[in-house]
């Protein structure tokens, strides 16, 4: 399992927090937001799915990673 914490734009409530949470699941991965720090922190399997799907899926939720 792998670990990253990616930097998301504008989340800015609880909503933003869900969105984030659940397209990181959708994409294979779990997630935990830290909404203050606007971060997510991201465990998944490299070998079921890649990073790059991950950002894909939190950016289809309308919020940019950096």
Known sequence: MTTV??????M???HCVKAVEGAVQEAGAAGK????????E???DESKVALEAIK?????????VK
């Open 56 to 64: 894909e899926a939190i950016e289809d939720q309308g919020y940019d």
């Open 12 to 14: 800015s409530c609880n």
């Open 5 to 10: 914490t990616l930097n998301v734009e504008g």
């Open 42 to 44: 991201v465990t998944f």
């Open 33 to 40: 937001v830290d909404l203050a720090a606007k971060k997510v």
